[in-house]
């Protein structure tokens, strides 16, 4: 039977003025390095502040735990 290990990553918006945003290239950098390291992306979602404003990201990754042989 397979067993997963589970990380979740917050990345936060900033900007007040134009509601929050997310550094696309900083994200995409963190996430190949999550993939080096095994990580698959499963699932995101966005928080709110008020008015549509987004607060953050939050990113859920797992990766397949390997027993030893």
Do not use: C, H
Request: proline residues 1%; aromatic residues 10%.
């Amino acid at each position: 039977m397979k067993k997963f290990e589970y990380q979740i990553l917050e990345v936060e918006a900033t900007g007040f003025w134009s509601g929050g945003k997310i550094d696309s290239q900083e994200l995409t950098t963190r996430l190949n390095e999550l993939g080096e390291e095994g990580w698959e992306l499963t699932s995101s979602f966005a928080t709110n502040k008020y008015e549509g404003q987004s607060r953050a990201a939050i990113l859920i990754l797992k990766r397949e735990l390997v027993e030893p042989v």
